[in-house]
């Protein structure tokens, strides 16, 4: 699914570079679940954008599901993205302006679906989160929680085969949590999708059957079960 | 959802800066489009006039000053009616006709309205002092007022007896070949205003006239006008024989030049004017006002453009984060590009239509006061108008459009 081989990244900054990144190299298979800890700043973010095809690497190369992302050029890679990769933000990243139904379409009206499908599909989802009763609210007018449902309503519309989860419990209240790990889990078990997520929670990172932890920008498996190795 | 109905939601959610936009972009095609269709109506005004009147004269008071031709008697100087004669006995090569012209500004019911003086055909001969040339005049009334030159191409010419017998044709021709002293003809205007027909019995000053004629509407200033027996309008002022303009028909225009130099020497008292002096004036007005329109309106655009690209680059930046997700969903930067694009040409197509819309009530309320003609939009202006609306938009809009391109994607994992 994923192999990523001796992938940095340093930013360029005012002059000055600050490596994010060391070399990494890591393969993940089609259905794991694939926590990352780490403290903050020391490069989770960045390894979750170049494995979403959002940020290129300084060196290294990232191949998932067999195509090496950054050789695609910038529309298929998006276009690969819009089919293939599903994202969960700490911040729901939900567009304001937007209903809850209209955001859950998205990823479908980038992809030009037909209106029909996407709404029917945007519906469906929003009812599996419990959500039907909210189709027509503003992100404004939802609690933390109900945002984050809908951004996973989202995230699903177009099942994707890999979900990047960035911290994706960080605002939300235990109960909220909960639900949002449930879901995940349901993704891998259910639909055998892959799922690596960001996380501060040390109770949901022990919880992953991998664990990765990233530490002032290299990369280490916790528990060593695939070859991870850093230079 | 469609693309189109991103841009439309996002523009309604906060639709102020989108409509400042617009509205600077309106504004630029509204004076260009108001402006030149005030212009080229103008123009047209003066190629009729032109194209009607190309071989008349006026025969004017020395002092009278002048704007139209159609109101060259609406000043208070005036010649006395004898030039007419005067002309007449020279007997100058291409003058087919002649309206010595009188006005008196009075009211009828209480409503102000011109009366003006005019002559019939027939009394040129009948009244006339100089008795003894009397075989001359029958002579002149069975051919011409003047004697005719060579090849003469004109159009008054062609004017048979029986047009000029029919009050009617006063509106075309300007002139009457009869009209009784207390007879009046009525402008379509003024008739309407009046409200008075054929037959009717009116009051004025006194006296009682009868409307022998409505006439049909010319598109000028006699429209509004009535018009009676000049004698009678003398003996109402009080004025004595005197006019305020001899409009002198020339056959045509190839004789204009002769015929001024020739009636200026014989009445020397008098300022001899031709249409395309008169009309000198108002052309190069006119250029002016088209020059000026287009640059006002290449100003205003340039403003327009620049409010665009403001409104659009703020925008690109307060949107960073929507964008970004957008970008992370799987949407191409040229996506977000055509976004941008598509709300700048949306701004294009409406501000260029509301301008076409603001311009034109603006030029039918300005207009009038202008142009005595029925206003026409100048549809070069138009289509200049709509297509720079939409080209500067877009123009203006290709910054912020490559900046929404070009967007870090990075922004959406920022926690706020
Ligand atoms: N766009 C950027 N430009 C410059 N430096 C960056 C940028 N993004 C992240 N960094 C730096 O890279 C390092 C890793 O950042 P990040 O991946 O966001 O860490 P984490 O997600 O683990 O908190 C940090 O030192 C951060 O300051
Ligand atoms: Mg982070």
Known sequence: MIQIENVSKEYQRRGRSVTALQPATLSVEQGEFVSIVGPSGSGKTTLLSMLGGMLAPTSGTVMVLGENLYQLDVSARSRFRNEKIGFVFQNFNLVPWLTALENVQLPLTIGRAEAAVQRNRALELLERFGLADRADHKPSELSAGQQQRVALARTLISTPRLILADEPTGNLDPDSRAMVMETLRECQKQFDQTVILVTHDSSIAESAERKLRITEGVLTEEQPRLNVASA | ?????????????????????????????????????????????????????????????????????????????????????????????????????????????????????????????????????????QEMEE????????????????????????????????????????????????????????????????????????????????????????????????????????????????????????????????????????????????????????????????????????????????????????????????????????????????????????????????????????????????????ISALIVAMLFSYFPARKAGHLDPSVCFQDV
């Open chain 2, 143 to 386: 051919t011409q007022l003047g004697s005719k030159h060579e090849n003469c191409t004109g159009r008054t010419c062609q004017l048979t007896d029986a047009d000029m017998q029919d009050l009617k044709s006063y509106a075309k021709t300007r002139v009457v070949h009869d009209l009784a002293p207390f007879s009046i003809l009525v402008g379509a205007d003024a008739a309407r205003e009046l409200n008075v027909s054929e037959e009717d019995e009116v009051e004025i000053m006194g006296e009682s006239f009868k409307v022998a004629a409505v006439l049909p509407a010319s598109g000028t200033v006699d429209d509004q006008r009535v018009f009676a027996h000049l004698h009678t309008v003398q003996d109402l002022s009080g004025m004595g024989p005197v006019v305020n303009v001899i409009e002198v028909m020339g056959c045509c225009e190839d004789v204009t030049d002769g015929l001024v130099a020739e009636l200026e020497e014989l009445l020397p008292d008098a300022r001899v004017i031709t249409i395309s002096q008169l009309v000198e004036a108002q052309v190069s007005m006119n250029r002016l006002m088209s020059r000026l329109s287009y640059l006002l309106f290449a100003i205003l655009m340039l403003v327009g453009g620049a409010s665009i690209a403001s409104v659009m680059f703020a925008n690109v930046s307060e949107r960073r984060r929507e964008l970004g997700t957008l970008l992370a969903l799987g949407a191409t930067p040229a996506l977000l590009q055509r976004l941008v694009l598509m709300k700048a040409s949306l701004i294009g197509v409406v501000g260029g239509a509301v301008g076409l819309l603001f311009g034109a009530v603006l030029a039918f309320v300005c207009g009038p006061m202008v142009v005595d003609v029925p206003l026409d939009l100048s549809l070069q202006a138009i289509g200049w108008g709509l």
């Open chain 2, 1 to 137: 959802m469609t693309i189109r109905s991103l841009v439309w939601k996002e523009i309604l959610q906060r639709p102020a800066p989108t409509v400042a936009a617009l509205l600077a972009v309106a504004l630029g095609v509204a004076a260009l489009v108001s402006v030149q269709s005030i212009a080229t109506s103008s123009e047209a005004q003066v190629a009729r006039q032109m194209n009607e009147l190309g071989a008349n004269l006026l025969v004017l008071p020395k002092s009278a000053d002048l704007q139209d031709y159609y109101a060259a008697d609406l000043h208070n100087e005036t010649l006395p009616e004898e030039y007419v004669t005067t002309i007449i006995l020279a007997q100058a090569v291409g003058v087919e006709e002649m309206a010595p012209k009188l006005c008196l500004q009075t009211t009828i019911d209480e409503k102000d309205v011109t009366l003006t003086g005019i002559l019939p055909r027939t009394e040129f001969f009948e009244k006339s002092s100089w008795q003894s040339v009397d075989l001359m005049f």
